[in-house]
């Protein structure tokens, strides 16, 4: 059996693999003893990898790119654990949305309810059952008005979550980060 002593020149911005394991190194290369028998022949594979980083956009994130991520070395548990809390931060910020367009969706009706009020109760003016109306208008009237104060400070309180979970989605995405080796 014959040792043969492989150099391999290094890159810059690139290392050996986990497992790769030189024989000995110098400032330019790695050696490799590689036992080969007369006549025949031996394989090395040396495996590099170059550290870097990729930068995706939550917002971009598709079931494709999963699929091709992990084809390239990602393991597609961990991106899903990586981006498990943005996920539901976002399906909580949407949730959050939802609600507020449905309070401001409330507060419109309600507008445009009371400004039907207040033209039924011009038109009664010299009516028979203009009193009886009057009244029942103004009291609609009022517990409108307390509605939309109601309303008022939910539309405060709702935002301010809204802002919460806004700072807090962008704290979770500013800490996405996992490592993968690209095949």
Request: charge should be neutral.
């Amino acid at each position: 059996m014959t040792t043969l002593i492989v150099e391999h020149r290094l890159r810059p911005g690139w290392k050996l693999a986990d497992g790769q394991k030189p024989e000995e190194s110098t400032p330019g290369a790695e050696r490799f003893r590689v036992a080969v028998d007369p006549g025949k022949e031996a394989k090395l594979v040396v495996a590099e990898v170059s550290p870097g980083t990729a930068q995706l956009r939550v917002g971009d994130v598709t079931d494709a790119l999963i699929l091709q991520l992990s084809a390239s070395g990602v393991s597609a548990d961990d991106l899903q654990r990586a981006l498990r809390p943005v996920l539901e931060k976002k399906a909580e910020l949407s949730a959050i949305d939802r609600r507020l367009g449905e309070l401001n969706a409330e507060r419109a009706r309600i507008v445009e309810d009371q400004q039907r009020l207040r033209e039924n109760m011009k038109a009664l003016r010299g009516s028979a059952e203009e009193k009886q109306l009057l009244q029942r208008y103004t009291r609609q009237l009022d517990e409108q008005e307390d509605r939309l104060i109601a309303l008022q400070q939910e539309v405060l309180d709702v935002t301010a979550r809204r802002a919460t979970a806004a700072g807090e989605l962008a704290r979770l995405i500013a800490a996405v980060s996992f490592e993968w080796t690209a095949r």
